[in-house]
């Protein structure tokens, strides 16, 4: 009987491996755990949990294969997108039927765009709609791929904080806030210049 391999299996190479993982996890630093921590507890808000919970299950999530860090992508980052994801699907579970967030890569003032929508959807078009956001916010992830601060302000961004908890967060000046937005609002209009397309 062949073993399960989890999805880290060494076959492939443009992820980590968990000895990798746990490589990258003893390497944050003291600043990365309170940014860590910080987005932990923005997160947690919305769940029943705590940030300790949230970040517990988002390595969890990385040692079990379950969500897979690319090695191109800085640990941090993973984990605060984890714990995005893991907010955010459990926010859209426990939505009344009928209420949407459709992201739309092409704010002018750099934001993904957010609108609420009002239907009676069934379970098909939800499963569809949950996997376009999916790719969505895969593709805005690796559009960023190489901008830390950039990806953590869309992160934010994606979990609705304002422009002040954002700051906090991330520890930026309002020059290095605003820069920032708009090196994201000129890349987005690059790569997305007539909006999303499936």
Request: glycine letters at 4%; hydrophobic letters at 40%.
């Amino acid at each position: 009987m062949q073993e399960d391999r989890p999805k880290w299996s060494d076959a492939i190479r443009d992820v980590f491996d968990l000895e990798e993982i746990r490589s990258a996890l003893d390497g944050l630093t003291q600043s990365d755990l309170v940014r860590l921590r910080r987005a932990g507890s923005k997160f947690a808000l919305a769940l029943d949990c705590t940030a300790d919970d949230l970040i517990g299950e988002a390595v969890c999530s990385a040692y079990s294969g379950a969500r897979e860090c690319r090695r191109d992508l800085p640990i941090l980052v993973f984990l605060v997108g984890a714990m995005r994801s893991i907010a955010w699907n459990a926010k859209v579970s426990s939505r009344k039927a009928g209420s949407e967030i459709s992201l739309d890569a092409t704010g002018t003032d750099g934001h993904p765009l957010v609108v609420l929508k009002c239907d009676a959807p069934d379970a098909e078009t939800l499963v569809l709609r949950a996997d376009d956001t999916a790719r969505r916010i895969a593709a805005l992830e690796d559009l960023f791929a190489d901008d830390e601060p950039a990806l953590l302000v869309i992160m934010a961004d994606l979990d609705e904080l304002s422009k002040e908890e954002i700051m906090v967060m991330n520890e930026m000046s309002e020059t290095t806030y605003n820069s920032t937005r708009t090196r994201i609002r000129r890349k987005m209009e690059r790569r997305f210049p007539n909006g999303w397309t499936a």
